[in-house]
C-alpha cells in the first residue's frame, strides 16, 4: 500500500523575534515492510537544512533561521510503500520461546539501557507487570500479548495538548493517558520483566481506527526477541506488528524523539499560537 504523508508545522509570534535552530524527525525509516520513495522538507526562505544521524541511527534535520521573523513554517512531505502483514509470524529463536530467558551477552550489552528497569520506588508498575505472568515458564509471546492487550482495560486513550510524557506510575495512578504515555508505561512494565524495550514515533494509518486518530503522529513500543529481532507493539490499539505504523524514530525514551524541538529567544507572551495539521492518505494504484 502506498500512502501520501503532510506534517506541516507552523509558529506564529506577536512580533518579530530570534529563532534557535530546530530539530526535526520526520524521516520515516526503510525497514522489512516499510519503504521511502520520496521526501521534501519546505522551511521557508531564509533557513538552512543540516542532515545528521543521531546515536539510535535516526535521520535528523537541523534547522537554522537568518533573521527575526513573526512566523515558522515547516512542510515535510513524503510518500512510503507499507507492506508490513496484519497477522505478521515471528521467527523466535528456540532459546526464547519461553520465559523467563537470558539475553546472550552480545545481546544484553548491545541493549544496555534498553533493557534496564524504570526507576518505580513504589513498585506499583512493576506490581502490575508481573500480574501478568500466569506462570513460569510461560510462553514469551503470549506474555507480551497479553501485556500489550492489558493496556487499554486500564488505561484509558485521552489526548493531551500538553508537552512531555507523564511518568509510567503517575499513568497507572491516573488510569489514563495519551498514547506516549500508554507506550511509556508498556515500555516499563517490559524492562521490568527483562526484556530489552524502546520507544518509537512515527505516523499511524488506520482508517477503521478512532483512538489516536485514522492518519496522525503515533507513539508505541518496540521489544527486542533473539530471532524475531525488533517486535512492535501498539498498545494504544492493542495490536502486534508494523502493520498501520510507520516508524521514524527509536530512542530508550519518547522524549528524546518529539518530533520538532527548539526554542526562541523571547518572552512566553510572544508567542501567538501553534498548528499541526497531519494527514496521512492511501494513494490510488496507477491505473
Known sequence: MKLGIRHRTRYRYRRPVTVHPHRLLAV????AGLRLLEFVLDTGPDTAIGWSDDVFGNRVATIGFTGDRREVAIDASMVVEL????WPLFAIAVQAHRYPFSYEEDDRTDLGALAIPIADAAGDVTGFARGFVAAEPTDTLALLKDLNAGMLPR??????????TQSPAETLALGSGSCRDIAALFIACARSLRFGARAVSGYLHDPGQTAGGHGSTHAWAEVFLPGAGWIAFDPTH????????IP?????????????TGRYAGSADDMLDMDVDVMVTAMAAPR
Open 238 to 245: 492493542g495490536r502486534v506488528g508494523d502493520a498501520h505504523l
Open 248 to 260: 521514524v524514530a527509536v530512542a530508550r525514551e519518547n522524549r528524546q524523539i518529539m518530533p520538532l
Open 83 to 86: 507492506d508490513a502483514p496484519a
Open 155 to 164: 488505561i484509558t486513550y485521552r489526548p493531551r495538548d500538553e508537552e512531555g
Open 28 to 31: 520515516p525509516r526503510d525497514g
